[in-house]
């Protein structure tokens, strides 16, 4: 996984904390379950790394695979909590 595409997912899951933290403290399980999957990519993110980062050539590397999926999956998760915080929203105001 190139290096700015790593800054994009991290970015990503940065962002979506400050947005959450609009709506909620930091003590918030929401933005715990954000502050957790943060850590979890950067520790595989530096595993990745210090592992020689990636293969080279063409061939599949599973690792970054996985990894790929795990960030994902961890944005999927955080939209899927907001969107699901502006609804409840939106239906306490019809």
Do not use: W
Request: net charge positive; glycine share 4%.
């Amino acid at each position: 996984m190139p290096r700015a595409r790593r800054s994009r997912r991290h970015r990503s899951l940065e962002l979506e904390r400050d947005r959450l933290l609009q709506d909620f403290k930091p003590d918030s399980r929401y933005v715990r379950d954000i502050d957790a999957q943060i850590a979890m990519a950067r520790a595989r993110l530096a595993e990745f790394e210090l592992a020689g980062g990636g293969i080279d050539g063409t061939e599949v590397n599973p690792i970054h695979q996985e990894l790929r999926s795990e960030l994902v999956r961890a944005e999927s998760q955080a939209m899927e909590r907001r969107a699901s915080s502006f609804r409840s929203r939106l239906r306490c105001r019809l």
